[in-house]
């Protein structure tokens, strides 16, 4: 079996940059380059500064930082990296297609498409091309088609390699997964991706499969995580009206080990690139087969998660004397779960949104998010103007001075540190009555209660 000496991925985001630092920390002798478009990450994944590193994950400095610059590379050559590498990683982006047959559901694929036809214009010897972005089942029979069809004699083996690492705890799951999955067709290439992950992950957390196992495991894994959180967000609404806790309900099922504590948090729903897209993916994959209840099942998931978002903020409405016009709500966080500086399909968006038409005063603070990321967020939805977008909410760094004279909290995102403000100032500062709306459930409904605030927590 061929030895694998050098390593290329192509997409140096949320995945392949954490995923492709740890495969270098852990094969010293494999050379690792991970490659991109986009100028500005790489020089960020190149900048000296580690605070700098374009993707903010616990622990990913220490790792960049042992192997940047040893057996780590980050470069914008795309076409160098394909020539000399071994085995080729496409970890780019996968969307929800935004035109044409299939949007709003279908995955886009063509930034994968892109990408094989560039390693098929490139490659002079033989590859192993690995799937490590989510795909829809069988894409690996088109990226065949296309490299074997260039006549220039190269040989490829196409495997499929999708990444369950969450974000915010990248570097842990990465260094200490559940499974690794491995699926393709010849053994020797299997093998040599194995042999990649050995160096770390004990034999019997590799897994190896056919393609198309391995290719659909991948979206019915996140479709069932995502349902597992539709179901208890669904059981919180619920709650509200019986009486019951939510939290009590979660930890009666959890502990029933077929059932299992994990990934019952009642939320104001899920956000992060992946849930929603993958699970549309399954959706519009099933439709396609004509298998109509399987898409409306999984489908429901979708919806749920969105009534979830707007039931908050029209609870926070309701509550508000059915009015928040002028009202100056402060936002504590944006990004869609804590420890990531990732914002996309974040919940604080779609509420922010919801109150904006509401004519509410926003002022958001988020540990690690940039105001230019949160402006561009509510940007994209195309709901208003940027302007009006500007005027309506404002972003501070400092959540004291977000909380200010405000008329009620809303906490969009786990941060810890929200745990730790000083409530008892903060509840000077604020408009009586003051409200905090936990779309969290993070903080103490008794203390905060005790310091007087109107507190409304999900599933309470
Ligand atoms: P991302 O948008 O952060 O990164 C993708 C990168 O690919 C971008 O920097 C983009 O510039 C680059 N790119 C696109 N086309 C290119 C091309 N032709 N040549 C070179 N570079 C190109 O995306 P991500 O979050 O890293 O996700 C990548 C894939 O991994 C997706 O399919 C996603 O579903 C999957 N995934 C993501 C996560 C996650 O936590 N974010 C977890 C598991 C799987
Ligand atoms: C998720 C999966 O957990 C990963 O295994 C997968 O690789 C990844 O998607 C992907 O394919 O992109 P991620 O989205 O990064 O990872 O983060 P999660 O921890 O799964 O959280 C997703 C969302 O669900 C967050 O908004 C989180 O706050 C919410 N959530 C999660 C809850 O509301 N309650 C819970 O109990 C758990």
């Known amino acids: 079996m061929k030895e694998i000496k050098k390593i290329t991925c192509i997409g140096a985001g949320y995945v392949g940059g954490p995923t492709m630092s740890v495969i270098a920390q852990k094969n010293p002798d494999v050379e690792v380059t991970v490659v991109d478009l986009?100028?500005?990450?790489?020089?960020?994944?190149n900048d000296e500064d580690l605070d700098k590193l374009p993707v903010y994950e616990p622990g990913l400095d220490a790792v960049v930082g042992e192997a940047r610059g040893r057996n780590l590379f980050f470069s914008t050559e795309v076409d160098?990296?394909?020539?000399?590498?071994?085995?080729?990683?496409?970890?780019?982006?996968?969307?929800?297609?935004?035109?044409?047959?299939?949007?709003?559901?279908?995955?886009?694929?063509?930034?994968?498409?892109?990408?094989?036809?560039?390693?098929?214009a490139v490659a002079k010897n033989d590859k192993i091309v690995v799937e490590k972005s989510t795909l829809p089942v069988r894409t690996a029979e088109a990226l065949k088609n296309i490299l074997e069809?260039?006549?220039?004699?190269?040989?490829?083996?196409?495997?499929?390699?999708?990444?369950f690492l969450a974000e915010g705890t990248a570097v842990t799951d990465l260094h200490n997964p559940d499974r690794v999955l491995i699926g393709g067709e010849d053994a020797e290439a299997i093998e040599a991706l194995v042999n990649v992950y050995a160096a770390w992950v004990p034999r019997?957390?590799?897994?190896?499969?056919?393609?198309?196992?391995?290719?659909?495991?991948?979206?019915?894994?996140?479709?069932f995580l995502a349902q597992r959180v539709s179901s208890i967000n669904a059981i919180s609404e619920l709650c509200e009206v019986t009486g019951a806790n939510v939290d009590e309900v979660a930890r009666a099922i959890g502990q029933d080990s077929r059932i299992g504590g994990k990934f019952l948090k009642a939320s104001v729903g899920f956000g992060g690139s992946c849930f929603q897209k993958d699970i549309l993916n399954l959706v519009?994959?099933?439709?396609?087969?004509?298998?109509?209840?399987?898409?409306?099942?999984?489908e429901q998931v979708i919806i749920m998660n969105d009534h979830q978002k707007t039931r908050f903020a029209e609870k926070i409405i309701q509550t508000m004397y059915n009015t928040v016009n002028g009202k100056h709500i402060a936002f504590l966080g944006w990004a869609f779960k804590k420890d990531t500086n990732d914002t996309r399909e974040s919940a604080?968006?779609?509420?922010?949104?919801?109150?904006?038409?509401?004519?509410?005063?926003?002022?958001?603070?988020?540990?690690?998010?940039?105001?230019?990321?949160?402006?561009?967020?509510?940007?994209?939805?195309?709901?208003?103007?940027?302007?009006?977008?500007?005027?309506?909410?404002?972003?501070?760094d400092n959540a004291y001075e977000a909380l200010d004279g405000a008329h009620a909290a809303a906490i969009l995102t786990e941060w810890d540190e929200f745990k730790g403000y000083d409530w008892a100032k903060v509840k000077e500062g604020m408009k009586k009555p003051s409200f905090v709306f936990d779309g969290r459930k993070l903080l103490d409904r008794k203390e905060l209660n005790r310091l007087g605030f109107a507190y409304y927590a999900i599933g309470e």
């Not at 990296?81 to 299939?102: C, H, L, Q, R």
């Not at 709003?104 to 930034?111: C, E, I, N, R, W």
């Not at 019997?204 to 479709?223: D, F, G, P, Q, Y």
């Not at 994959?285 to 409306?296: G, K």
């Open 38 to 45: 986009n100028h500005a990450r790489i020089a960020a994944w």
């Open 80 to 120: 160098r990296a394909i020539d000399e590498a071994d085995m080729i990683f496409i970890s780019v982006n996968t969307p929800t297609k935004t035109y044409g047959k299939g949007k709003g559901q279908a995955a886009d694929l063509k930034f994968i498409e892109l990408c094989a036809r560039q390693i098929a």
């Open 149 to 163: 069809n260039t006549g220039n004699g190269v040989n490829f083996h196409i495997l499929s390699n999708p990444e």
């Open 204 to 223: 019997e957390r590799i897994l190896t499969t056919n393609l198309w196992s391995s290719e659909l495991s991948k979206l019915v894994a996140n479709a």
């Open 284 to 298: 519009y994959i099933a439709r396609t087969y004509n298998l109509h209840e399987v898409a409306d099942y999984w």
């Open 348 to 396: 604080a968006i779609y509420v922010a949104d919801h109150l904006l038409d509401e004519e509410a005063q926003v002022v958001v603070y988020d540990p690690k998010v940039s105001a230019e990321q949160i402006y561009r967020d509510l940007d994209y939805l195309g709901t208003r103007s940027p302007e009006d977008n500007r005027r309506l909410l404002k972003v501070v």
